[in-house]
């Protein structure tokens, strides 16, 4: 049962209430079931503790959640504050766990009830697995990764910080993604080598739908079949 002193109780949030945010409030929502927690007071009197945080909204609900301004949230009586950045753009999602970290807010990960996550798999904070995600065996990822709908990482891959798969993304055996990569929904990125992996360097974008069949060089963006270089990020 929830304290009767909001202050003794920890307060969660999706940060984001744009479509990324939206899909990620229903396995937020079962995650933060599954802690024994529910999103109904009681006493009718005071809000759910599982809320979305986006200054430039202006509706007061959004699917059946309150939305409040980070300035807000941080107002809140709480024991501790959780958040899950539902932004999937990660240079962005970085400036904002960069700021919740100098105000205290934890870093909170969410995982839909059918992802499938098999052995030695170890993840960092922050992470956000959607409905029928698969990551297979021996793979390391960073903090505040983002896997979207129907995507998966196979075997003795390593992700860094801020990667981020859009729905469909494929990446095969023996692959490094570098911190900041994108890899776009549909898209395929061949299995590596054992000692000799295939290497997507850090800010790579991987353009929807293209065939990945040898390393792309950090800020470059690349699509097609196979895949070439469109542009450079600078």
Known sequence: MP???????????VYGGGGCGRGIMPFARETFASLGKSNCMPDGQRPGRLVFIDDGVTASVLN???????????????SERHVAIGIANGLSREKVATRLALDGVKAWSATARNAIIMDDVEIGEGA???????????????????????????????????????????????????????????????????????????????????????????????????????????
């Open 3 to 13: 304290s009767s002193d909001p202050a003794l109780e920890p307060f969660y949030a």
């Open 64 to 78: 059946g959640h309150r939305v409040m301004s980070y300035a807000a949230f941080l107002k809140v009586p709480a």
């Open 128 to 234: 956000l697995l959607s409905p029928f995600v698969t990551i297979t065996s021996n793979v390391r990822i960073g903090r505040q990764f983002h896997a979207n709908l129907y995507s998966y990482i196979e075997h003795d891959c390593v992700v860094g910080d801020y990667v981020t798969l859009a729905p469909g993304a494929k990446v095969n055996g023996n692959i490094v993604l570098e911190d900041h990569v994108y890899v776009g929904a549909g898209a395929v990125i061949r299995q590596g080598r054992p000692g000799a992996p295939m290497v997507i360097g850090r800010g790579a974008v991987i353009g929807m739908g293209a065939i990945v069949t040898r390393s792309v060089a950090p800020g470059t963006t690349v699509a097609g079949n196979p895949a070439r270089r469109l542009e450079h990020r600078t």
